[in-house]
């Protein structure tokens, strides 16, 4: 496998938004609410990728996963109902979706992998992350990363676990 993760361009979108709508069947039929409202939706995709947010992993040319990165900006985790680890500049991750055929191999994991690179190659040493209640594939991939539990935050009305990964520089 020759897995690269780069910066996603307009030419990305018709493929994430495959692989969002594929994240989106996943966890309705994993029982889930996460991403059963509209949201994530190809606007969204669009605005990260004009925002120069949107990140797309790929294996050769094929891409086949896809997260939105943000430093410093998630107006909701000022809102939290618990405690940051810590209260310096952070790392976002949002929106982490891999494409059906690639399911099961840890792309996700490799994804927040490269977004701790990411935020270190900017002096980040902080990733902060919510997810639903009920997206245990998340949850264990939290777990699994060593992500720790912080509170809560709100999202469109709905109360999402919040977590945050300490980074050292070496």
Request: aromatic share 14%.
């Amino acid at each position: 496998m020759n897995y690269q993760f780069r910066k996603a361009t307009a030419s990305d979108i018709s493929k994430i938004w495959e692989i969002i709508q594929q994240a989106i069947i996943r966890r309705k039929n994993d029982g889930s609410q996460q991403w059963q409202d509209g949201y994530p939706n190809e606007d969204v995709i669009r605005k990260d990728i004009e925002k120069g947010i949107g990140y797309v992993l790929t294996d050769d040319n094929t891409t086949i996963g896809y997260a939105a990165i943000l430093f410093n900006d998630e107006p909701a985790y000022e809102q939290l109902n618990g405690a940051w680890l810590t209260n310096g500049d952070f790392a976002v991750v949002h929106r982490v979706a891999i494409f059906d055929d690639y399911l099961g191999k840890g792309l996700a994991q490799k994804i927040f992998l490269y977004t701790e690179d990411l935020a270190i190659a900017n002096n980040i040493f902080s990733i902060k992350v919510d997810t639903n209640f009920d997206n245990i594939p998340m949850l264990k991939i939290l777990e699994k990363l060593g992500y720790t539990y912080c509170g809560e935050v709100t999202f469109r009305n709905s109360y999402r676990k919040a977590f945050e990964k300490k980074l050292s520089a070496f």
